[in-house]
C-alpha cells in the first residue's frame, strides 16, 4: 500500500468518529500522491506525514459559567496547537452548538497549510467551544468570555499561540477574552488578532477574508481574462466573511443576489444591500426574515429539508463563506447547469469532496478555502507585526499588504499546480505549496 493510503487509514484509525477531520486529511493527501511518491522512503522513514496529522498539542477543558438565572452551566473548550514548525500557533476560536473535537482538528489540520500559503511566519492552530451565543445577553456572554480564558491563557502567549475569531466569535467576544488575559497575566501583548482599534487592532482586519477572497477571485478572472465586473455573484452566509465579501465585490462592478444564515437565505435581483445587511446581522443580531421585510426587492426563503438554497440562482461565481458542507453534489450540479465559472471558498471546506471533484470535472475554476480565505490570518499576522513594534499602519497599507498577499497566493499555487502537471487545479496546487515550506522546515528542525 501507498504511504499516502496508509496514512488516511491510520488517521481514520486512530481519530474515530471525527468524519469533518478525515475528510480534511484525505483532501490535502490526495494532493500530495505525486509529491510524496516522488520521495516515498525518506517520507516515510522520517514518519513526515504521522507526524503532520498528529497534532503536536489538544488541549481540552472545562468552562463553567453561571447564566443570567443564576443556573451553572458546562461546556468544552479545545485548543488544537497543530504545527509550530514556521511560527507560533495562530488560527481562531469558534463558538457553536457542533463544535467538538473532530471539528475543531479538521481546522486545525487546514490551517497548517493556509498559514503556510500567506507567506507569513505563522503555525497552525485551532479551538473554541461547543458554547452557543445565540440568545444569550451581554453580561453571560462576557461571563462565558472569562470563564474560557481563565483556563487558556496559560497556554497561550504572543510568541507561542496567537487566537482570533471564527463563527461565533467576533469583537465583542475577543475584547471579553483579552481584558481576562490581560487581568490575568498582567501583560499587554498582541495574545489575540482581531482586537478593537482601541487597544490594538489592525485597520482592515475586520473586512479582510471577505475582501480576500474577492481579491484571489478577481485575480482568477483576469488569469482566465475576465473580471468580477458586471458578473451575477452568489454568496451564503450572512456573516464576518460574506458580508465583506458582498462588500468587495459590489465595489468591483459585481452584482450579488443572495446571502443565507442558519434560518434561511435571501435571493435579491437588485443586488444585496449591505448596509441593510449589516444593520439586521451586526447591530440587531437578528436573522434574514428583518432583511427581507425592510426591503421591496428582496425575497426569504426558509430553509427546508437540509436545503442549502443560493446554489440554485443562476450565477456566474459562487462564494460559500456560512460553513464546512454547505455545496454538496446536489449543489455542485445545480451550479454547473446554470452556467457557473468560478467557484471560491471564503468559509472553510464548504464544499464535499464529491462537490468539488463535480466541479472540477466540468472545467468550473476552483479555489479551496485555505487559499481563498487566508486574507484574514495574513491579515491577522499583519495585526502581530504592528503590536510587536507598537505602531499603527494605516487601511490602506494594510489592504495594500492584503492584495499583494492574495496575489502572491493566487501565484504560488498556480504555479505549484503547473510543476506538478495539474495545471487549473487549484487545489492541488494549494495543498502541494503550503506543504511543502511546512515539510522542508519539519525536516530541518529534527524529530520534534
Ligand atoms: P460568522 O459567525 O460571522 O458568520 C457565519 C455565518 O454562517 C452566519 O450567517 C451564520 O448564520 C451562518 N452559519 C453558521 N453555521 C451555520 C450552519 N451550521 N448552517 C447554516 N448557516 C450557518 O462567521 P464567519 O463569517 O467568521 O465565518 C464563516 C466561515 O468562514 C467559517 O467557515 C469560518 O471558519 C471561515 N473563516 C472565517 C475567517 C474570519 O476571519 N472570520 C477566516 C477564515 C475562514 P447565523 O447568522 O444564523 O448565525
Known sequence: MSYVDEIYDYVVEKNPAQPEFHQAVKEVLESLR???????????????????VTPERQILFRVPWVDDKGQVQVNNGFRIQFNSAIGPYKGGLRFHPSVNLGIIKFLGFEQIFKNSLTGLPIGGGKGGCDFDPKGKSDNEIMRFCQS?????????????????????VGGREIGYMYGQYKRIRNIYEGVLTGKGLTYGGSLARTEATGYGLVYI?????????????????????????????????????????????????IYDPEGIDVDLLKEVKEVKRAILTEYASARKSAEYHEKKNGEHGVWTIKCDVALPCATQNELDLDDAKALVANGVMA????????????????????????????????????????????????LHWTFEEVDSKLQGIMANIYKNISEAAKEYGLEGNYVAGANIAGFKKVATAMEAQGIV
Not at 471558498?345 to 472545467?363: D, H, R, S, V
Request: with cysteine; hydrophobic share 35%; glycine share 8%.
Open 343 to 390: 467557484v471560491c471558498e471564503g468559509a472553510n471546506m464548504p464544499t464535499t469532496i464529491e462537490a468539488t471533484e463535480y466541479l472540477q470535472e466540468n472545467k468550473v475554476l476552483f479555489i479551496c478555502g485555505k487559499a481563498s480565505n487566508a486574507g484574514g490570518v495574513a491579515t491577522s499576522a499583519l495585526e502581530m507585526s504592528q503590536n510587536s513594534e507598537r
Open 34 to 52: 505525486t509529491v510524496i511518491e516522488k520521495d516515498e522512503e525518506k517520507y516515510r522513514k522520517e514518519a513526515l506525514l504521522e507526524r503532520l
Open 148 to 168: 474560557f480564558m481563565t483556563e487558556l491563557y496559560r497556554h497561550i502567549g504572543a510568541d507561542t499561540d496567537v487566537p482570533a475569531g471564527d463563527i461565533g
Open 217 to 265: 477571485t478577481e485575480e482568477l478572472m483576469k488569469d482566465h481574462g475576465t473580471s468580477l465586473k458586471d458578473k451575477t455573484v452568489v454568496v451564503s452566509g450572512a456573516g464576518n466573511v460574506a458580508i465583506y465579501a458582498i462588500q468587495k465585490a459590489q465595489q468591483l462592478g459585481a452584482k450579488v443576489v443572495s446571502c443565507s444564515d442558519s434560518t434561511g437565505w
